[in-house]
């Protein structure tokens, strides 16, 4: 198991920046997001970082530095899945650790099994 210390403060903050965004829906809405909206706000961003990455490559023209911009965009992205899985009831921390082990462990599997014979 890993240690989810930094995960958990950065998913406590996030929440946080979530809560503030509710108070200006509400204002202005007369309602906060849907989960539906909060997965299209999501999707436009993962969107946004394949353009910054054409940019980045020199074959996408954007006002502005594409590397600070993909920096905003990828801490933005980690923002929103902290705000979905919370919106979901999924407990990231969790979830994140036990997927990781999982990967690693079928990853190791496969190039122990597949590693070339002398």
């Given at each position: 198991m890993t240690d989810s210390t930094d995960l958990t403060a950065a998913r406590d903050r996030a929440l946080e920046v979530r809560r503030l965004y509710e108070i200006l829906e509400q204002r202005f809405n007369g309602r906060t997001w849907s989960s539906h909206e909060l997965m299209l706000g999501f999707s436009n961003d993962v969107g946004y970082v394949g353009r910054l990455l054409l940019a980045q490559d020199g074959t996408w023209a954007i006002d502005g530095n594409a590397e600070a911009e993909l920096e905003h965009k990828l801490a933005e992205i980690l923002w929103w899945v902290f705000v979905l899985a919370d919106r979901l009831h999924i407990d990231i921390d969790t979830a994140f650790d036990h997927t990781?082990?999982?990967?690693?462990?079928?990853?190791s599997t496969t190039i122990a099994r597949t590693a070339p014979s002398d």
């Amino acid at each position: 198991m890993t240690d989810s210390t930094d995960l958990t403060a950065a998913r406590d903050r996030a929440l946080e920046v979530r809560r503030l965004y509710e108070i200006l829906e509400q204002r202005f809405n007369g309602r906060t997001w849907s989960s539906h909206e909060l997965m299209l706000g999501f999707s436009n961003d993962v969107g946004y970082v394949g353009r910054l990455l054409l940019a980045q490559d020199g074959t996408w023209a954007i006002d502005g530095n594409a590397e600070a911009e993909l920096e905003h965009k990828l801490a933005e992205i980690l923002w929103w899945v902290f705000v979905l899985a919370d919106r979901l009831h999924i407990d990231i921390d969790t979830a994140f650790d036990h997927t990781m082990t999982t990967i690693h462990s079928a990853l190791s599997t496969t190039i122990a099994r597949t590693a070339p014979s002398d």
